[in-house]
């Protein structure tokens, strides 16, 4: 516990300091992954704690975001004066609304059908906002400027910055502190077994709504973050692809345990921004990252990450060392197999070598890893599978020899580590 | 994969003879969908701006310097569009060309708006090449932003009176249209325009945006209405299904319409589509042949649908760059945008120029008809567009908004 409070205080130490070092693109990007961890923190309330499955909460994020736009336009022109530091306050009301009241609808079904409601709540706002212009703009969007506020101009990016970290970091407390609470305690009984709340005397379905509105409450707040980030909001937000995103983020990041979605927004959206600016075929990749981590490691990397925290005693990581380093090499091999394959289809199907093709009549030599790569010399498609083939197997070894070393363990210690480790090697159930 | 586009060997070749004063080159940014379900416009705005610029940087770039040109990806949401923004702002960038959506496009403008309240000394200009809602030349318009393509009344009224003239409009029009701020400017558009070209409107219907898939139910009510002509600004799926539905019920209307030169439309719609009219900003079998030629040596293809756009846009503000002049020292963008309002570009139809009011460009319309024996058939078929007439841009332009009020530098 205590090493844990001082990863975070480290952490927050380098989420405060780091930033002015930053250029404007990187600060901005840093906003929208802390936007996103906020956003996946506050689904996996739902999600994650209470076990129910929305598919729809792109429409809390989205009611958010258009509350405070309007509430900014009304202090732009000089109506209604409010703080601009508290305008998330507002965003989180609307929102705690929305949710309390579609969580009323929702929360009457579980499993599937609570989803497909989520999904028909949140897919009834899109189609309406576009109709609806005076609200939601149209499809040029609503825009509005940031005032002054606390003697702040909020005109440079790394004032949002702050003013989006310190909004995000007291939210994530706030649910990390309701975990801790008895009525969090309920949360997670509702998720292992909702009968038996009922036996118990609480009211199941009163509980299911307060938990979707808190959760609807804190994805208000994101997305009145992101209003305020960006000075615009558009009806695009209430997408099914915003939606998609959080369940993503949250997914590869694990569900089942709190940081986990927080984890898996951070890095899925800068890896997002980083890997966007060099390939366009970054949502290939994305989608590779998900299939393998809900092939490999359905808990997802918080969940590793929490499996070897825990076991952090029991394993002999002497002899676990060369093993990861052999997996991590042949990983990487693998790796560059993948993205030199990708890669060059990519610049070799793109129109442009085709037109330069058309034009030279010779198939030009293109730049993949800082080389030139002949498109018919043998080498360059023995090259990746030079890489793959003898990656697999690595990894293959690799990977028999660390399970057996997570699994020796069972003999020779204590009862309860077993369980954990059967857990680890099966994944989430 | 983004790069400054450069001449690199010109770049160190001038470093090393004249490393005392080292010129400010023109930093510009492609904000584009290049990933995504959009990929296929934003591709096409991208490939045209740059052959524009890499024309310019052939005859000697800017300022001494080779103009520099990156692609950002804005994946096709308005989230990364303010994320690209921002990088290519601290990228230094000067221009911001931008056009596969108008939500981006509200983005965009917005941001480089807001940009320029709080960097009075170092604005961006942004060049609009595709985003055609109204608002974006009304409420949000402001002197940094500069719109190359069309709005709805600035397509349907030429689209009109070329088919009026033809006799293809008819007494009895028919308004279908995507319930979204596109469609309704569309539909009133039509509905304004009655009198102007003596028609009724006889019904006017706003459907869901790409979710229908059978417009059986539509046909039936367009039949019973018989109407002379059908004008739509519907686009994609809704405007193929629509004209195969109307196929299917062995109707004989006339369609006017925006979007039919979007590539795929004519080989999707079949036989079909013969016949019906587009009202588009350029027609390449009016142009010189020397010019779609070069562009399909550089490019591979044709410069098709919003292609021609991009290539007036950008050859416009490339024309305004010869009229500025900063001796190798630092640029200044205001003077860059004050000399796009006093240009005149000929882009092959006439001349072409920016009204200073809006910021919109008053270009000349071409109403073209699908028909077979063109020059330049498109999507493997037989048929093409063949130009009808060309309506001169101040005769198809609609009166500055009301709504736009610009403050311009001091």
Redesign the interface.
């Known amino acids: 516990m205590r090493y844990a409070l001082i990863a975070i205080l480290a952490l927050l130490a380098l989420l405060i300091i780091a930033p002015p070092l930053l ?3 990187w ?3 840093l906003i ?1 992954a802390l936007i996103a961890a906020l956003f996946a923190a506050a689904f996996n309330l739902l999600v994650g704690q209470g076990g129910m499955l929305s598919f729809g909460h792109a429409a809390y994020f989205g009611v958010g975001a258009f509350t405070v736009i309007h509430l900014m336009q009304s202090v732009e022109y000089g109506d209604i004066p409010f703080p601009t530091v508290l305008l998330p306050l507002a965003g989180a009301a609307v929102s705690l609304l929305c949710g309390a009241l579609a969580g009323f609808f929702a929360t009457m079904r579980s499993g599937v059908y609570f989803a497909l409601v989520t999904l028909a709540l949140a897919e009834l706002l899109h ?1 309406l906002a ?2 609806w ?1 005076e609200m939601f ?5 609503l ?1 509005s ?1 940031r005032m002054p506020s606390l003697g702040f101009t909020f ?3 790394l004032e949002v910055y702050y003013l989006t970290l310190s909004w995000v970091v007291i939210c994530i407390g706030l649910l990390y502190a309701y975990t801790r609470t008895p009525f969090g305690r309920l949360t997670l009984a509702l998720r292992d077994n909702e009968q038996r709340i009922r036996f118990m005397g609480f009211n199941a379905h009163g509980t299911k709504i307060v938990v979707f509105a808190i959760s609807a409450m804190f994805s208000g707040v994101a997305g009145s973050l ?1 209003a305020i ?4 909001a ?1 009806y ?2 209430f997408s099914t ?1 915003v939606s998609a995103l959080v369940v993503l983020h949250t997914f590869v990041g694990g569900s089942t345990i709190f940081f986990g979605p927080i984890v898996g927004a951070c890095v899925l959206s800068l890896f ?2 980083v890997v ?8 290939l990749y994305q989608g590779i990252i998900f299939v393998l981590v809900m092939l490999f490691a359905p808990k997802g990397i918080g969940g590793v990450i929490q499996a070897h925290i825990e076991q952090r005693h029991a394993l002999p990581w002497k002899r676990l060392a060369a093993p990861y380093a052999l997996a991590t090499l042949a990983g990487l091999m693998v790796a560059c197999a993948t993205v030199f394959v990708v890669q060059s289809l990519e ?1 070799v199907l793109s ?2 070598y ?2 330069a093709v ?2 030279t009549g010779e198939y030009a030599p293109y730049t993949v890893f800082a080389r030139e790569w002949q498109v018919f010399h043998p080498f360059t498609w023995l090259f990746p599978v030079l890489l793959l083939v003898p990656g697999l197997y690595l990894l293959r070894r690799a990977f028999a020899r660390i399970k057996a070393l997570w699994d020796k363990d069972d003999d020779d210690d204590n009862g309860d580590v077993p369980a954990a480790t059967q857990q680890l090697m099966e994944g989430g159930r | 994969m983004p790069r400054w586009i450069t001449t690199a060997a010109a770049i160190t070749a001038l470093g090393a003879i004249a490393p005392a004063v080292q010129a400010e080159p023109l930093k510009i940014a492609i904000i584009e969908s290049l990933s995504g379900p959009q990929t296929s416009t934003g591709r096409l705005i991208a490939t045209a701006a740059e052959y524009v610029i890499d024309q310019a940087n052939t005859n000697g770039g800017f300022n001494g310097e080779p103009i520099q040109v990156k692609e950002y990806d804005n994946a096709g949401d308005t989230s990364g569009a303010a994320t690209k923004f921002r990088e290519a702002a601290a990228d230094g960038a000067h221009v911001i060309i931008q056009g596969a959506s108008s939500a981006i496009g509200g983005q965009v403008t917005e941001d480089v708006r807001k940009h320029n309240i709080r960097n009075p000394d170092n604005p961006i200009i942004y060049i609009n090449v595709g985003a055609e809602a109204m608002e974006l030349r009304g409420k949000k318009c402001h002197f940094h932003a500069f719109h190359f393509t069309t709005t709805a009344p600035y397509r349907t009224v030429p689209l009109m009176q070329v088919m009026s003239e033809q006799g293809d409009l008819g007494k009895r029009v028919y308004s279908i249209n995507q319930n979204y701020s596109w469609g309704r400017d569309m539909e009133t558009a039509i509905v304004d325009n009655a009198d102007r070209f003596d028609y009724q409107v006889v019904d006017k219907v706003l459907h869901e945006v790409n979710r229908i898939q059978d417009f059986s139910p539509f046909v039936a009510r367009i039949k019973s209405e018989n109407p002379d002509s059908v004008i739509t600004g519907n686009w994609s799926n809704d405007l193929l299904l629509l004209m195969k539905a109307v196929g299917d019920a062995n109707l004989d209307i006339t369609f006017g319409t925006i979007f039919m030169d979007q590539p795929g439309n004519v080989a999707n719609a079949g036989d079909v589509a013969e016949g019906h009219y587009v009202a588009h900003s350029s027609n390449i079998e009016l142009l010189d042949e020397a010019g779609p030629e070069a562009y399909k040596k550089a490019t591979g293809h044709y410069p098709v649908f919003i292609e021609p756009t991009t290539l007036n846009g950008v050859g416009l503000f490339a024309e305004a760059l010869k009229q500025v002049n900063f001796d190798g020292g630092d640029i200044n963008v205001n003077e860059i945008a004050l000399a796009m309002e006093n240009t005149t570009f000929d882009n092959g139809l006439g001349g072409m120029h920016v009204r200073k009011a809006d910021h919109q460009a008053v270009i000349p319309i071409v109403v073209s008809q699908v028909a077979s024996g063109v020059k330049y058939p498109v999507d493997g078929t037989e048929l093409g567009f063949k130009p009808i007439k060309t309506v001169a841009g101040e005769d198809a332009i609609y009166p500055a908004q009301d709504s736009c009020r610009m403050r311009r530098p001091k």
């Open positions: 250029g404007t693109g600060q901005y990007a929208n189609s576009p109709h212009d703009g149209g499809e040029a969007g825009s400027m005109g440079s990016t992101m980030s960006n000075e615009t558009n695009s937000v692809q997002t921004f966007s600016g060099v390939t366009h075929s970054w949502m610049i129109r442009e085709a037109a058309a034009r």
